[in-house]
């Protein structure tokens, strides 16, 4: 059952199209600090009993441990360190701050995670952007002749349509020439 701060959420309100708005205004009185505060409170408050999203230890300087009773990860100093304890995203231009217990969770949907190009051309491109990459700028895509217009019926790689106008000069011209003459008779 969620505890005495649940009412601050209003779920009768339409959350997502009052979000900037409530962001503003809590902007306006609370500093960056009190409202990360706020946060906790209200995730400890929703997550009262289960301790799924925080700690169980009420100061959060903790010893987390599992269920088999071994400890979590240790940090540098080899302290085992809070599952819960907020880390940033490591992808770069990625804002997200989270919970060290979610990392892979976000690793695998961030947006901004590099990844090797699925169709193998060796460049490495983020996770949002890969269908631009290989519909418009992968060198191993599929491409037209730039000469289809006139006739010309290859499709080669991207990379190697240079090589292709280099290599088929000749019928190029005989298309080019071709159509010029279909104009003429008309």
Request: aromatic share 4%.
């Amino acid at each position: 059952k969620p505890g005495p701060l649940m009412h601050l959420l209003n779920p009768d309100v339409n959350l997502v199209s009052a979000m900037p708005g409530r962001r503003k205004v809590v902007a306006r009185y609370l500093n960056e600090q009190e409202r990360l505060n706020l946060a906790r409170l209200l995730v400890k408050d929703v997550d009262r009993y289960s301790y799924k999203m925080h700690c169980r230890n009420g100061s959060c300087a903790c010893v987390m441990r599992e269920a088999n009773g071994s400890s979590h990860d240790e940090d540098e100093d080899n302290q085992p360190s809070c599952e819960f304890r907020l880390i940033p995203c490591p992808n770069t231009n990625c804002n997200a701050t989270f919970s060290y217990k979610h990392r892979t969770q976000h690793d695998d949907e961030c947006g901004f995670k590099l990844l090797p190009c699925p169709s193998g051309c060796g460049a490495t491109v983020p996770r949002n952007e890969v269908h631009i990459h290989v519909r418009d700028r992968c060198s191993l895509r599929q491409a037209e002749c730039p000469l289809s217009i006139v006739g010309c019926t290859a499709i080669v790689q991207a990379q190697d349509v240079a090589c292709h106008l280099n290599n088929h000069a000749d019928k190029h011209l005989m298309l080019v020439a071709s159509r010029m003459m279909e104009y003429q008779s008309f």
